[in-house]
């Protein structure tokens, strides 16, 4: 029997997953077969019930990934929410376990994971001065990101101050105080960061990066970081890239993470729920996930 797989979303035809997914289990040696679903908030809960119904007829279902809008909605959909997803109301990955004849669906966050991992390896071990860009359930998981990177405090900068819930709930759950403050005029807060985190759609921060680009002219390397150039900004949209506000950034000398990275570490921390293998997961796992997507292979 070929087990299954998906990552779940809308749109969700530009999704890299299944290629990082198939990449994995591929080299595994491991017959799940990984694809893409488009799938609405409002048709969750029917698809939920489909998939449940399938997996108590054969067992064939081993996991979800779960991508925007569902990353809220899903916390309604499965039996439990463990970990960091828990406490967040945030989750992006469904397993599907085993318990005596009967299957449990139990969600995690392996946002956050890929995050601080993206983070860490671009040099960012600490942040004391951070901005996050978008206040959804990406967002969400960038709050306890930076809490595991030391963060006290964040300033998030959003489209439309009412509509950040979930940052908030997210600040309440791992203790870190954040401001929410309007989009526009961001771009000074966003220079002086020593990491910022955009989580906002693609092309939604192409604005905020002509303003960007103004504000790193005319300020001299004394109002930037210590270190006299921008900090390190992970951009989560991937398509297209190079996103206007990354180009903004690396040209002024900043570091910048494609959200490639983030979408590779999350999904590595999803192949190990998927294939019950755990910590037991071969390192040599990501390498191929890297190599399937065009992405650097990093020291781990």
Same mark, same amino acid.
């Given at each position: 029997?070929?087990?299954?797989?998906?990552?779940?979303?809308?749109?969700? !035809?530009?999704?890299?997953?299944?290629?990082?997914?198939? *990449?994995?289990?591929?080299?595994?040696?491991?017959?799940?077969?990984?694809?893409?679903?488009?799938?609405?908030?409002?048709?969750?809960? %029917?698809?939920?019930?489909?998939?449940?119904?399938?997996?108590?007829?054969?067992?064939?279902?081993?996991?979800? @990934?779960?991508?925007?809008?569902?990353? @809220?909605?899903?916390?309604?959909?499965? %039996?439990?929410?463990?970990?960091?997803? !828990?406490?967040?109301?945030?989750?992006?990955?469904? *397993?599907?376990? !085993?318990?005596?004849?009967?299957?449990?669906?139990?969600?995690?966050?392996?946002?956050?994971?890929?995050?601080?991992?993206?983070?860490?390896?671009?040099?960012?071990?600490?942040?004391?001065?951070?901005?996050?860009?978008?206040?959804?359930?990406?967002?969400?998981?960038?709050?306890?990101?930076?809490?595991?990177?030391?963060?006290?405090?964040?300033?998030?900068?959003?489209? %439309?101050?009412?509509?950040?819930?979930?940052?908030?709930?997210?600040?309440?759950?791992?203790? &870190?105080?954040?401001?929410?403050?309007?989009?526009?005029?961001?771009?000074?807060?966003?220079?002086?960061?020593?990491?910022?985190?955009?989580?906002?759609?693609?092309?939604?921060?192409?604005?905020?990066?002509?303003?960007?680009?103004?504000?790193? *002219?005319?300020?001299?390397?004394?109002?930037?970081?210590?270190?006299? !150039?921008?900090?390190?900004?992970?951009?989560?949209?991937?398509? +297209?890239? +190079?996103?206007?506000?990354?180009?903004?950034?690396?040209?002024?000398?900043?570091?910048?993470?494609?959200?490639?990275?983030?979408?590779?570490?999350? *999904?590595?921390?999803?192949?190990?729920?998927?294939?019950?293998?755990?910590?037991?997961?071969?390192?040599? &796992?990501?390498?191929?996930?890297?190599?399937?997507?065009?992405?650097?292979?990093?020291?781990?």
């Amino acid at each position: 029997m070929t087990l299954r797989a998906a990552v779940l979303g809308h749109p969700i !035809s530009h999704s890299k997953s299944p290629a990082l997914h198939r *990449a994995a289990y591929a080299h595994l040696g491991v017959d799940i077969a990984y694809s893409a679903i488009d799938v609405t908030e409002a048709a969750l809960p %029917d698809f939920m019930r489909q998939v449940r119904a399938e997996a108590r007829a054969d067992g064939s279902w081993r996991g979800l @990934s779960v991508t925007m809008p569902l990353k @809220s909605a899903m916390v309604a959909e499965v %039996d439990e929410a463990r970990g960091v997803g !828990s406490a967040l109301g945030v989750v992006n990955t469904v *397993a599907f376990e !085993s318990e005596g004849e009967a299957t449990r669906l139990v969600a995690y966050n392996t946002d956050v994971t890929g995050i601080v991992n993206a983070l860490r390896y671009a040099g960012a071990a600490s942040a004391p001065n951070a901005v996050i860009l978008g206040g959804g359930g990406t967002a969400a998981a960038a709050v306890a990101a930076l809490k595991e990177l030391g963060a006290v405090s964040a300033e998030v900068f959003v489209r %439309d101050v009412s509509r950040a819930a979930e940052a908030r709930a997210a600040s309440a759950a791992v203790g &870190v105080p954040i401001r929410v403050l309007p989009l526009a005029g961001a771009a000074a807060a966003v220079a002086a960061a020593d990491v910022v985190i955009s989580t906002l759609p693609p092309r939604a921060a192409d604005a905020l990066a002509g303003e960007l680009a103004e504000e790193l *002219a005319a300020h001299p390397s004394s109002a930037l970081p210590a270190h006299g !150039s921008p900090g390190v900004l992970l951009d989560v949209a991937y398509d +297209p890239w +190079p996103s206007r506000i990354a180009a903004v950034w690396q040209e002024a000398g900043g570091t910048v993470v494609p959200g490639l990275e983030m979408l590779i570490y999350q *999904a590595v921390e999803q192949v190990r729920h998927f294939t019950g293998l755990g910590e037991a997961l071969p390192a040599g &796992v990501t390498d191929v996930m890297c190599d399937a997507v065009g992405a650097p292979r990093r020291v781990f």
